[in-house]
């Protein structure tokens, strides 16, 4: 492992249905075989953060089916333990990304049975029983970064940042420099931003 950097610790807030989130976090993966760093992994829901947005009709009814698998995430965090978060986000978003499987049903039932959860906790996908709970999660990576973002929001030493935004997973040692790069800026407080237009769609391969 390298010893480019002394960064042990990150965090990392996704909502399942985010495909570039679902790309940093494969790149977050990488990063771990070629640095030392351990990952605590939180839910952040782009349905709380469109609240009271005016959304075009396609997107507001993904909004409304998105609660389900965050919802059924942090059931499985309160009633079996934080072990199951990633566990989880990996299950459903193998299924909804690298799957393309749009059936979130049949991905919280799928991905359950993957892990080893029980069955039952598909239910709490239409409850508001842990609301509570999810809210708080969202807004503490929010209020690390501020309103005007999305998902993924990932923090670095407790340093955290919209993004970054990738549309290819990098891999091996290129995705550690440009890990050692996102940090090396996190430790320059009055750096803020760095940005261009999207030409490319994502790629989970």
């Known amino acids: 492992m390298s010893e480019s950097t002394a960064v042990e610790k990150a965090d990392f807030w996704f909502d399942p249905l985010c495909p570039f989130a679902w790309i940093t976090s494969r790149w977050m993966g990488e990063v771990e075989q070629v640095r030392s760093i ?27 089916k998105g609660w389900a698998p965050v919802r059924v995430i942090v059931a499985a965090q309160e009633l079996h333990g934080p072990q199951h978060v990633k566990n989880l986000y990996d299950a459903m978003g193998t299924r909804i990304h690298d799957e393309g499987n749009k059936d979130f049903d049949a991905v919280i039932a799928e991905s359950l049975e993957e892990v080893g959860l029980p069955a039952e906790l598909a239910a709490f996908g239409s409850t508001d029983e842990y609301d509570t709970q999810l809210r708080a999660s969202h807004q503490d990576g929010i209020d690390r970064v501020g309103d005007d973002v999305g998902t993924p929001v990932v923090a670095f030493n407790g340093t955290a940042f919209f993004g970054p935004v990738l549309t290819k997973i990098p891999r091996g040692e290129q995705a550690g420099r440009i890990f050692d790069g996102a940090v090396l800026m996190s430790e320059f407080p009055e750096f803020f931003e760095l940005k261009r237009s999207r030409t490319g769609s994502p790629e989970f391969n």
């Open 38 to 64: 351990s990952v605590d992994w939180h839910v952040m829901s782009l349905a709380v953060l469109n609240e009271g947005r005016d959304l075009p009709a396609d997107y507001q009814e993904l909004m409304s």
